[in-house]
């Protein structure tokens, strides 16, 4: 884990000032301690302590929204995972008055089993099954700053006291957390900057920075959960997502007790694990950046941030790519990796339009861990290749978002006139006016394609999967085929080698995108003298 992301920790908290210009701005996560124990809360919510009979009379006749989960303790946070149901607060509090007893009950019959070398405990345990566990108090609005939602539990914010390092901030809301049994949330990213305090109980933190987000999986950004992780926390199937069983190579922990809390900037991931009867409040409040950025002011925001992604993917500053065409994949891409690789030139950066030869501008990548590890291409994209690399990332996008379970096209008996290598072939196919990537692929020179794939492998890697595994239709696959053919026959065998080596390291499973390439053909070729 680099030093620069490593979560500090604060015995003393430090001043607004102090966490205004050195904490913040770093955007990483930091605890501090003893945040909340000068907290009437801290002193008056326990439950050890007659905290429950504290909250029933100040709030029982409140009504909260429950969160509630077949799948508990996991409490996943699409809304096809979890149900939000009206419930009296005071109703909640009794399930977990309810559970202190049994488990105090428990415990003493587990002492007297010690004392008396028995070990009959089942009836114990099966005295909790009367106590729910499926449910769970979140983000339950105590303060909101949007007058149109209503706060539930506002008489409490007099137990709260406003933590010195946020006085200066304009906060956007405080919510409770509660929960009667262990409960653990999916993994996920919060819009605001958060200040998790702990009032009661105990909570450990598993936390990603942004960077992580491939090895995550996050869920489509035009879903109701962009903020979740795909994954989930128990079973999580590899083979669906191969790379989040090294996600906690970027993982950092914090355990929180009670009167400790945690800054957890926007964007960082993060899963909270919550032992029993665990309480904590939380802070919301736009970052800096966010409160500069208005919102008539977006689309030149929008366009600094292309044009610095624009040079960082060249080189040679003076060389940008089109940035129509990088707005369309900002607004479009749902599906590619957050890393954003960097071109480079030959000759120390400059084009080399002296020799345009596919092999002379192979020959020069690295091993494949070199070419990991630096993320470079070597290619630079001509306007045809843009405009290709812009229509194949575009249908990509619109038929994932259209419907996950939508079916390759239907191919149409029509006669075409297939050339290459000065032979004409007479074949059967699609209308390629039904089949726009197969007419894509048709059209393209095998160079300029070829330059298209060793983009889509290097920067849109999930893009390119997508398209060949769930996109590519029969007909698709069989001009994909031919086309690879033309430029097997423009190419040096080790200048071959080394560009199939790039595009099929795009794929989770190499085995799998050939077979589906293969596949269609095989269907292609049944439809044709079927």
Same mark, same amino acid.
């Given at each position: 884990m680099e030093e620069c992301i490593q979560i500090r920790r604060y015995e003393e908290l430090p001043s607004a000032k102090d966490f205004e210009s050195l904490i913040e701005p770093r955007n990483v996560p930091a605890v501090f301690c003893g945040c909340t124990k000068g907290w009437r809360a801290f002193s008056q919510w326990n439950p050890s302590n007659g905290g429950l009979d504290y909250l029933q009379a100040r709030v029982g006749s409140c009504m909260v929204e429950a969160m509630i989960s077949t799948s508990a303790p996991v409490f996943y946070g699409d809304l096809g995972s979890h149900g939000r149901v009206p419930l009296p607060f005071s109703t909640f509090l009794a399930f977990c008055k309810k559970r202190m007893q049994?488990?105090?009950?428990?415990?003493?019959? +587990?002492?007297?089993?010690?004392?008396?070398?028995?070990?009959?405990?089942?009836?114990?345990?099966?005295? %909790?099954?009367?106590?729910?566990?499926?449910?769970?108090?979140?983000?339950?609005?105590?303060? &909101?700053?949007?007058?149109? =939602?209503?706060?539930?539990?506002?008489?409490?914010?007099? !137990?709260?006291?406003?933590?010195?390092?946020?006085?200066?901030?304009? %906060?956007?809301?405080?919510? +409770?957390?509660?929960? &009667?049994?262990?409960?653990?949330?999916?993994?996920?990213?919060?819009?605001?900057?958060?200040?998790?305090?702990?009032?009661? $109980?105990?909570?450990?933190?598993? %936390?990603?920075?942004?960077?992580?987000?491939?090895?995550?999986?996050?869920?489509?950004?035009?879903? =109701?959960?962009?903020?979740?992780?795909?994954?989930?926390?128990?079973?999580? !199937?590899?083979?669906?997502?191969?790379?989040?069983?090294?996600?906690?190579?970027?993982?950092? @922990?914090?355990?929180?007790?009670?009167?400790?809390?945690?800054?957890?900037?926007?964007?960082?991931?993060?899963?909270? !694990?919550?032992? #029993?009867?665990?309480?904590?409040?939380?802070?919301?409040? /736009? *970052?800096?950046?966010?409160?500069?950025?208005?919102?008539?002011? #977006?689309?030149?925001?929008?366009?600094?941030? +292309? /044009?610095? =992604?624009?040079?960082?993917?060249?080189?040679?500053?003076?060389?940008?790519? =089109?940035?129509?065409?990088? #707005?369309?994949?900002? +607004?479009?891409? $749902?599906? $590619?990796?957050?890393?954003?690789?960097?071109? @480079?030139?030959?000759? &120390?950066?400059?084009?080399?339009?002296? !020799?345009? &030869? #596919? *092999?002379?501008?192979?020959?020069?990548?690295?091993?494949?861990?070199?070419?990991?590890?630096? $993320?470079?291409?070597l290619i630079e994209l001509e306007p045809a290749a843009v405009q290709v690399l812009h229509e194949l990332v575009s249908l990509v996008h619109n038929s994932v978002s259209a419907s996950q379970d939508q079916q390759s096209l239907s191919t149409s008996v029509n006669d075409y006139q297939l050339v290459g290598n000065d032979k004409c072939e007479k074949i059967v196919t699609a209308d390629l006016k039904d089949d726009p990537v197969a007419k894509i692929l048709w059209e393209v020179e095998p160079q300029t394609l070829q330059h298209v794939f060793l983009a889509m492998a290097h920067n849109f890697p999930r893009t390119l999967e997508a398209l060949v595994l769930h996109v590519l239709s029969p007909v698709g696959a069989e001009v994909l085929t031919r086309k690879f053919d033309e430029m097997d026959n423009q190419t040096l065998e080790e200048d071959r080698n080394r560009f199939y080596e790039v595009f099929y390291s795009a794929f989770d499973d190499q085995s799998v995108a050939m077979n589906s390439i293969l596949k269609g053909k095989e269907s292609f070729t049944q439809q044709d003298y079927g």
């Open positions: 049994v488990e105090s009950k428990h415990q003493q019959h +587990l002492d007297h089993c010690l004392a008396s070398q028995t070990h009959d405990t089942e009836h114990a345990y099966l005295a %909790l099954e009367g106590v729910p566990e499926q449910i769970y108090l979140a983000q339950v609005p105590i303060m &909101n700053s949007d007058r149109q =939602e209503r706060v539930q539990l506002e008489t409490l914010r007099e !137990d709260i006291q406003m933590p010195p390092i946020l006085a200066a901030k304009e %906060l956007s809301s405080i919510n +409770l957390w509660m929960n &009667n049994a262990q409960a653990k949330s999916s993994t996920h990213y919060d819009p605001h900057h958060n200040l998790l305090c702990i009032v009661s $109980g105990c909570k450990q933190v598993t %936390l990603w920075p942004p960077s992580a987000s491939p090895s995550l999986y996050p869920m489509p950004i035009y879903g =109701e959960a962009s903020n979740h992780s795909s994954v989930a926390l128990e079973n999580p !199937d590899y083979s669906i997502y191969p790379r989040a069983e090294c996600s906690m190579e970027f993982a950092q @922990k914090v355990v929180l007790e009670a009167g400790d809390a945690l800054f957890i900037p926007e964007g960082w991931f993060h899963q909270v !694990d919550s032992d #029993d009867l665990t309480i904590a409040i939380n802070f919301w409040w /736009r *970052s800096n950046i966010m409160s500069c950025m208005l919102e008539h002011m #977006d689309a030149y925001y929008l366009r600094r941030i +292309l /044009r610095r =992604e624009a040079i960082c993917l060249f080189s040679n500053p003076s060389k940008f790519i =089109e940035l129509n065409y990088l #707005d369309q994949l900002l +607004l479009n891409l $749902g599906m $590619g990796k957050t890393r954003m690789c960097a071109y @480079k030139l030959p000759n &120390n950066g400059q084009a080399n339009h002296a !020799d345009e &030869n #596919d *092999s002379q501008m192979l020959k020069g990548m690295d091993s494949k861990e070199n070419r990991l590890k630096e $993320g470079n291409t």
